[in-house]
């Protein structure tokens, strides 16, 4: 869609009634409504709710504001270019709230035009379980080791409460639960969360879904979160090149790093409309410049840059970019 064709689109928008003026900000996220489930008291309960900018024109989010103290939401990246993502963070307050609970988030964009979308939060907080800590928290890890960490779990009410089963889908985690012990009112569990040292290098969110002999409410979930640092980096991870003429060109830099000297033996992309420039020295900081010349054909880019280094260590980079219809280019003339 041109510049033209878009603006026409958002000014016939403008004009239509409220409900449908807004619409198009509807489409900048993926969903508008969570539902947390059933979450102990304490339990770091987060959902981001992604946002990716469809249009030309550039979006920026004035603010964000909640219905209820029960959410309280966030802003991850305020301005959005074409094609860029984002998110509006919502974190269920499971320390100071109890019951069910549910939020209406209003999030307020006031370019390229003033629209406000609402988003929905949901879910029941337990008075009876608590963690403490509210979630596992793996920070920074090398990769290749491994790492372990201890959450208290605490039950008030029948005195025959069992834990009977923790699951999980990612088999680089393993879990090693305590006999239940007994206080006035309460069981006691300590369970001890370990990363095994396969886990792969990257960021690291998954659940834990402890089962229990509870029919009214058999599973609580449990947030694992964490980041496994690989010896070998590549910045950035995700690199825009930006809104292109037909044929023109873009220079950016790729920063390869590593713990120890290393040479990079190939640097390939499926897309010839890159070029790269390297060297044949070992050392622990390599910046490589990177030069992309758009094609003749109007295209969403999305390409995957592989580094292959001399440790054996293989990294990868996603490029994007958007090139312009060609008459698009009368536009800014």
């Known amino acids: 869609m041109t510049r033209r064709c878009q603006l026409a689109v958002l000014l ?4 239509a009634p409220n409900v449908q003026a807004q619409s198009w900000a509807q489409k900048l996220f993926t969903t508008t409504s ?6 102990a008291r304490g339990a770091k309960a987060e959902f981001a709710f992604e946002m990716t900018n469809p249009f030309l024109e550039e979006v920026h989010i004035a603010g964000v504001r909640s219905s209820c103290g029960c959410t309280s939401p966030s802003i991850v990246r305020s301005t959005l270019k074409t094609y860029e993502k984002g998110a509006i963070l919502a974190k269920f307050n499971t320390r100071s709230f109890l019951g069910k609970k549910s939020a209406t988030v209003t999030v307020t964009i006031d370019r390229p035009f003033f629209a406000e979308v609402q988003i929905n939060v949901s879910g029941y907080i337990r008075s009876d379980v ?12 090398a990769e290749g080791s491994a790492s372990e960490q201890i959450i208290n779990v605490s039950y008030a009410g029948r005195s025959d409460w069992r834990i009977v089963d923790v699951r999980s889908n990612n088999s680089a985690l393993e879990v090693e639960l305590s006999k ?3 206080a006035p009112g309460q069981v006691l569990y300590a369970m001890t969360v370990r990363l095994k040292p396969n886990a792969p290098a990257g960021y690291l969110r998954e659940q834990l879904l402890l089962v229990t002999n509870d029919r009214r409410m058999t599973q609580i979930p449990l947030t694992v979160e964490g980041k496994i640092v690989s010896a070998f980096t ?7 090149l930006g809104v292109l003429k037909p044929g023109e060109s873009v220079s950016k830099q790729l920063v390869v790093r590593g713990k120890k000297p290393f040479r990079i033996l190939d640097i390939n992309c499926p897309d010839d409309c890159f070029e790269f420039t390297t060297t044949d020295e070992s050392k622990k900081l390599h910046l490589v410049p990177l030069k992309f010349t758009a094609g003749q054909n109007p295209a969403k880019i999305v390409e995957t840059i592989t580094i292959r280094t001399d440790a054996g260590s293989v990294l990868s980079c996603i490029a994007t970019a958007t090139v312009m219809p ?8």
């Open 12 to 15: 016939a928008l403008l004009c």
């Open 34 to 39: 969570h539902d947390f489930g059933t979450v």
């Open 130 to 141: 608590v963690f403490s800590p509210g979630a596992v928290a793996f920070t920074d890890v």
């Open 180 to 182: 239940p012990r007994h």
């Open 234 to 240: 590549v910045s950035p991870a995700s690199l825009f």
């Open 326 to 333: 060609a008459e698009a280019k009368l536009l800014e003339n």
